[in-house]
């Protein structure tokens, strides 16, 4: 009796369940189980929406590239010249930019010849300017001649553009793009605007420009850095100089002030979208694809968008070409030309350039 009573005694109910001494409170149990189905909610719920983002992504490149115009170069201008001449490296792509004009000829007229070369072996992307005005051969197929480089886009389109400055200068062009100078406008506007150094004269040919074509966006600036908007920015990046605009003479400017514009425009291009929101990147795409020509194919352009994130961190390096140093003016039956008189130093400053080597 008094063992029973005994262990009856010491029994405690607290030994099934633990006591604020450090035993069992399985009462506890629950709150474990309220975090972890929280911490599975709230990854489920960043799960759905990284794919609904994915899914996004893709259904937005996807419509940009479906939106950009195919067109390969003309069969009779390809393969003009001898590849095992041109060089070449695979960590670095060549697209060569045509900013163009619409108007009644066959092929228009290119304004600008841009070569980005996207390095990833060195992380930069490198645009070089090819001068209008260089006298060059054009190894036209019904036979080569020499002319200006200007004339070979103007006689044959892309197509012969290419072929000449690759026989020109034997660096392969991997594709092309050509970009209608409307275009330029819209990129700036959805972008903000860019900034870029311009000096009173400058800022005087956009505001006579502007005049000149009865617009309203005149530019009330000082010499310096400068917030464009895309009609004060398309004004400058195709002030060529050498003409009467508004009444106002500009003729201190040469060809290499122009192209130099031209990499300036680009880069500040460049460093706006750096900082720009990925919405406002796929505006400036969805704006831009319908004036784009190219001869890249869309799984091609597909993958060149999906790593855009990636070169828009890449380094911008700038040059021209011919080089300084290898050529001189001269008018002959071409007209005022750019000579180039050592075309071996003309082709390796380019070379060293892009590919660094």
């Known amino acids: 009796m008094d063992e029973y009573n005994g262990n009856n005694h010491n029994h405690n109910p607290e030994d099934e369940y633990g006591d604020h001494y450090g035993r069992r409170d399985l009462s506890r149990r629950p709150k474990k189980k309220k975090r972890k189905k929280f911490f599975i909610r709230l990854l489920s719920l960043l799960l759905v929406l990284i794919l609904a983002g994915a899914v996004w992504l893709f259904i937005t490149i996807r419509t940009i590239v479906s939106s950009v115009n195919y067109e390969q170069t003309e069969e009779k ?36 010849m841009i070569l980005m070369s996207v390095d990833d072996a060195h992380r930069k992307i490198k645009l070089t300017s090819f001068q209008r005005d260089t006298l060059v051969y054009v190894p036209d197929p019904d036979g080569g001649y020499q002319t200006k480089l200007t004339n070979a886009y103007s006689y044959g389109g892309v ?38 150094e311009l000096t009173d004269r400058e800022i005087l040919y956009i505001n006579c420009q502007i005049a000149q074509n009865n617009q309203t966006d005149y ?16 004004w400058h990046a195709r002030n060529r100089g050498g003409d009467v605009i508004n009444g106002v003479e500009f003729f201190e400017d ?19 979208m750096r900082s720009a929101s990925v919405f406002r990147l796929v505006s400036v795409a969805k704006n831009t694809a319908p004036y784009i020509t190219t001869n890249m194919t869309e799984s091609e352009l597909t993958s060149f968008i999906s790593k855009s994130g990636k070169y828009l961190n890449y380094d911008v390096e700038q040059s021209s070409a011919p080089a300084e140093g290898c050529w001189g003016y001269e008018t002959n039956f ?10 071996q130093t003309a082709k390796d400053e380019l070379r060293y350039f892009i590919y660094e080597e």
Not at 254 to 272: C, H, N, P
């Open 159 to 196: 197509g012969l553009a290419i072929s000449t400055i690759e026989e020109n200068y034997s660096i392969r062009i991997d594709r092309y793009a050509c970009v209608n100078f409307q275009s330029f406008k819209s990129i700036v506007d959805v972008l903000g605007g860019v900034e870029l």
């Open 77 to 112: 201008y390809s393969g003009l010249t001898d590849e095992e001449n041109l060089f070449s490296r695979d960590d670095v792509f060549n697209i060569l930019i045509f900013g163009v004009d619409e108007d009644t000829s066959d092929y228009g007229r290119s304004d600008s």
């Open 334 to 343: 071409a007209g005022d030309v750019i000579s180039v008189y050592d075309w």
């Open 254 to 272: 040469t060809d290499w002030d122009r192209t130099q514009r031209q990499r300036d425009f680009m880069e500040a291009v460049f460093a706006k």
């Open 219 to 234: 530019l009330d600036a000082q010499a310096g850095l400068v917030l464009l908007n895309g009609t004060q920015a398309l």
